[in-house]
């Protein structure tokens, strides 16, 4: 057996092994160990500010660290609490005004059926009262069966938020430890065997993590920017609300902007309002490009992946996890191929 034969065989069982691995640590290890894999993430982010107040500042390492956690809290509090406090109020209107809502609704559903009947010659009313029939039985099967189901499991979700709590408490209990005594477990990770593969390993999936939130992050926060702006230049009074959701949505696979402006447009050009479909299609447009412009220059060599491959591993992850797939799959494929790269230019 040739040399290079053997490289190609040790290559095809690296690349079965670091999916088996993958597989493993995501389907068994990681729902029992994410609290600290997150608190972890946040006490690297804090740790060069506690840094700054124990070296520059004088500061005791555990004041500066719980100094650092307070402000942290605060300023991630106060943000949450202006999200939210939108959020509430714009909620409260459209809640207030659904009346008004709901008629507007009723009467270009009408209009629209009714162009559709006249279109292909059909009795009138035929399209809209299926179409009428066919909400309220959905919204008699929600009050029956639904609703009862969500009571009655009032208990399980007292236990859910009972575990939230428990995970919130020793999630920022982890962060305190991990940030106060960073270096201490830096220096007792140099003894060990493996460092130089623990370091590796770490500083590789850092990048890439690092890159991919960062710029979805950024790119999130940009098209929700700008699809407010198009909500408010349309008379949208939810533009906030509306402009945060569509930007959790772009940042989503497979789904993005399109999946909410392209029909919306379409319900206005069949509602007549061309002015709110043009404004609402050219808001699709910019973001789209701005995903296609800013994401390889914010993820750069780190999260390079042509579009056959993304498709394939967000299937693939699906298909092994759930929802939750679909977005760590991308990023299991790189981690496999820069391992894999690594290991062939040796």
Same mark, same amino acid.
């Given at each position: 057996?040739?040399?290079?034969?053997?490289?190609?065989?040790?290559?095809?069982?690296?690349?079965?092994?670091?999916?088996?691995?993958?597989?493993?640590?995501?389907?068994?290890?990681?729902?029992?160990?994410?609290?600290?894999?997150?608190?972890?993430?946040?006490?690297?982010? %804090?740790?060069?500010?506690?840094? *700054?107040?124990?070296?520059?500042?004088? *500061?005791?390492?555990?004041?500066?660290?719980?100094?650092?956690?307070?402000?942290?809290?605060?300023?991630?509090?106060?943000?949450?609490?202006?999200?939210?406090?939108?959020?509430?109020? /714009?909620?409260?209107?459209?809640?207030?005004?659904?009346?008004?809502?709901?008629?507007? *609704?009723?009467?270009?559903?009408?209009?629209?059926?009714?162009?559709?009947?006249?279109?292909?010659?059909?009795?009138?009313?035929?399209?809209?009262?299926?179409?009428?029939?066919?909400?309220?039985?959905?919204?008699?099967?929600? /009050?029956?069966?639904?609703?009862?189901?969500?009571?009655?499991?009032?208990?399980?979700?007292?236990?859910?938020?009972?575990?939230?709590?428990?995970?919130? @408490?020793?999630?920022?209990?982890?962060?305190?430890?991990?940030?106060?005594?960073?270096?201490?477990?830096?220096?007792?990770? /140099?003894?060990?065997?493996?460092?130089?593969?623990?370091?590796?390993?770490?500083?590789?999936?850092?990048?890439?993590?690092? #890159?991919? %939130?960062?710029?979805?992050?950024?790119?999130?926060?940009?098209?929700?920017?700008?699809?407010?702006?198009?909500? &408010?230049?349309?008379?949208?009074?939810?533009?906030?609300?509306?402009?945060?959701?569509?930007?959790?949505?772009?940042?989503?696979?497979?789904?993005?902007?399109?999946?909410?402006? %392209?029909?919306?447009?379409?319900?206005?050009?069949?509602?007549?309002?061309?002015?709110?479909? #043009?404004?609402?299609?050219?808001?699709?447009?910019?973001?789209?490009?701005?995903?296609?412009?800013?994401?390889?220059?914010?993820?750069?060599?780190?999260?390079?992946?042509?579009?056959?491959?993304?498709?394939?591993?967000?299937?693939?992850?699906?298909?092994? *996890?759930?929802?939750?797939?679909?977005? @760590?799959?991308?990023? &299991?494929?790189?981690?496999?191929?820069?391992?894999?790269?690594?290991?062939?230019?040796?």
């Amino acid at each position: 057996m040739t040399r290079t034969t053997k490289k190609k065989i040790t290559t095809l069982m690296l690349v079965g092994g670091l999916f088996i691995a993958s597989y493993i640590t995501l389907k068994y290890i990681f729902p029992l160990v994410w609290p600290f894999v997150l608190a972890y993430g946040i006490a690297v982010l %804090v740790s060069p500010i506690v840094r *700054f107040l124990v070296n520059k500042l004088n *500061f005791h390492k555990t004041a500066a660290t719980i100094l650092t956690l307070c402000f942290s809290l605060l300023g991630v509090g106060v943000i949450l609490f202006f999200i939210v406090n939108g959020i509430v109020v /714009q909620s409260i209107k459209f809640i207030e005004k659904w009346p008004e809502y709901e008629k507007v *609704f009723l009467d270009s559903a009408k209009n629209m059926c009714g162009g559709i009947e006249t279109f292909f010659k059909m009795d009138k009313g035929t399209i809209y009262n299926t179409v009428s029939d066919g909400a309220a039985r959905a919204m008699v099967n929600w /009050q029956e069966n639904v609703m009862p189901t969500i009571m009655s499991n009032s208990v399980k979700t007292i236990k859910t938020m009972v575990d939230i709590i428990i995970v919130l @408490v020793l999630t920022i209990m982890a962060v305190f430890f991990l940030t106060r005594d960073m270096d201490k477990y830096r220096n007792v990770s /140099q003894d060990n065997i493996f460092y130089k593969e623990i370091r590796y390993m770490r500083g590789l999936v850092s990048r890439i993590v690092k #890159a991919y %939130v960062r710029s979805q992050f950024i790119i999130m926060s940009v098209v929700a920017f700008v699809c407010a702006i198009g909500l &408010v230049m349309i008379g949208n009074n939810y533009y906030i609300v509306l402009g945060i959701i569509i930007g959790i949505l772009d940042a989503l696979p497979l789904i993005g902007v399109g999946a909410v402006m %392209v029909p919306w447009s379409v319900i206005y050009i069949a509602m007549g309002s061309y002015y709110k479909a #043009a404004v609402l299609f050219v808001v699709f447009l910019l973001c789209y490009f701005i995903r296609e412009y800013l994401e390889p220059r914010l993820m750069g060599k780190h999260m390079g992946i042509t579009p056959i491959a993304s498709l394939l591993s967000i299937y693939v992850g699906y298909g092994l *996890f759930g929802f939750l797939g679909m977005i @760590v799959g991308p990023l &299991v494929y790189v981690l496999i191929r820069e391992i894999v790269g690594r290991y062939s230019n040796t």
